[in-house]
T-cell receptor
Framework: EAQVTQNPRYLITVTGKKLTVTCSQN?????MSWYRQDPGLGLRQIYY???????DKGDVPEGYKVSRKEKRNFPLILESPSPNQTSLYFC??????????????FGPGTRLLVL | GQNIDQPTEMTATEGAIVQINCTYQ??????LFWYQQHAGEAPTFLSY????GLEEKGRFSSFLSRSKGYSYLLLKELQMKDSASYLC???????????FGTGTRLQVFP
């Protein structure tokens, strides 16, 4: 089954404790992206990657890191989480056609609470 | 800059028709997506418009006017399961980003 998976689905942590949220897709998509979703603010892009070893900042990259060492995986790293990073996080992937991304498929989401 | 506007909330009755509007101001506009998102779940793809005009897919249709920076999603024969948020998102030639509006929460009543 074609899908984007994220782990963990739910996470409660404390300020300053490094964490990683994994994202994996089995559709051979070039493009992968991380979003956070907060009430009243909609989906905001954190980082994205057009292909292996190519990553770029989205609109809200502060406090986050990513890596793209393999095509299928795109982990999101919070080196020192803070309470303002409490949010619902989505990973997404898509093909890239003519240099532009196509329909994005979303993972199930990771609900993070930072105390 | 980029700006996308949608109404925050809408209500409608089961069996009715509802139109959800989206206006955008972006440089290098390429295309516009509509996604559906049920509470606590992932967004799912509904439609993608690049050219002007109406595209129909079953009960859902999407319209785009590039010159007016305007799109709408039309939902016919509303069902209770259509209660969800509807997200408008645009892509541009000059970035690799997908920029989302804040979404329209639709409630369908019996």
């Amino acid at each position: 089954e074609a899908q984007v998976t994220q782990n963990p689905r739910y996470l409660i942590t404390v300020t300053g404790k490094k964490l990683t949220v994994t994202c994996s897709q089995n559709m051979n998509h070039e493009y992968m992206s991380w979003y956070r979703q907060d009430p009243g603010l909609g989906l905001r892009q954190i980082y994205y990657s057009m292909n292996v070893e190519v990553t770029d900042k989205g609109d809200v990259p502060e406090g986050y890191k990513v890596s793209r060492k393999e095509k299928r995986n795109f982990p999101l790293i919070l080196e020192s989480p803070s309470p303002n990073q409490t949010s619902l996080y989505f990973c997404a992937s898509s093909l890239v056609g003519d240099g532009l991304q196509e329909t994005q498929y979303f993972g199930p989401g990771t609900r993070l609470l930072v105390l | 800059g980029q700006n996308i506007d949608q109404p925050t909330e809408m209500t409608a009755t089961e069996g009715a028709i509802v139109q959800i509007n989206c206006t955008y101001q972006t440089s290098g506009f390429n295309g516009l997506f509509w996604y559906q998102q049920h509470a606590g779940e992932a967004p799912t793809f509904l439609s993608y418009n690049v050219l002007d005009g109406l595209e129909e897919k079953g009960r859902f249709s999407s319209f785009l006017s590039r010159s007016k920076g305007y799109s709408y999603l039309l939902l016919k024969e509303l069902q209770m399961k259509d209660s969800a948020s509807y997200l408008c998102a645009v892509t541009t030639y000059n970035t690799d980003k997908l920029i989302f509006g804040t979404g329209t929460r639709l409630q369908v009543f019996p």
